[in-house]
């Protein structure tokens, strides 16, 4: 079983970075992949970014990619989004989540392989 709270989120102004952090709990975290998912209003859930249990392979949304860096530090039971150069259309709920599965080290974006999920935090970004 593992426990997340997402954290960081908040009002920026397009250009701006901000720097989400995902704390967990639980004795398998440091086993599982977890990733980043967000939501807008009126729209679908998309991945965001992915981590590997071990921290040596990510994956990004084509959305994101160059301006987002996900990491993590297992000694602290940590997941961090790094978010830079944001935009008014990266307005949205982000989710942590983690997979059920562990040791895997592939890097899958759906958000299927996610079994556990905090409650999210907010960004909005203004233009």
């Known amino acids: 079983q593992v426990q997340l709270v997402e954290s960081g989120g908040g009002l920026v102004q397009a250009g701006d970075s901000l720097r989400l952090s995902c704390a967990a709990s639980g004795r398998t975290f440091s086993s599982s992949g977890v990733g980043w998912f967000r939501q807008a209003p009126g729209k679908e859930r998309e991945s965001v970014a992915v981590?590997?249990?071990?921290?040596?392979?990510?994956n990004y949304a084509d959305s994101v990619k160059g301006r987002f860096t996900i990491s993590r530090d297992n000694a602290k039971n940590m997941v961090y989004l790094q978010m830079n150069s944001l935009k008014p259309e990266d307005t949205a709920v982000y989710y942590c989540?983690?997979?059920?599965?562990?040791?895997?080290?592939?890097?899958?974006?759906?958000?299927?392989?996610?079994?556990?999920w905090g409650r999210g935090t907010q960004v909005t970004v203004s233009s």
């Open positions: 981590i590997n249990y071990s921290g040596e392979r990510t």
């Open positions: 989540a983690a997979r059920g599965k562990r040791y895997y080290s592939d890097v899958p974006l759906s958000s299927n392989e996610y079994h556990y």
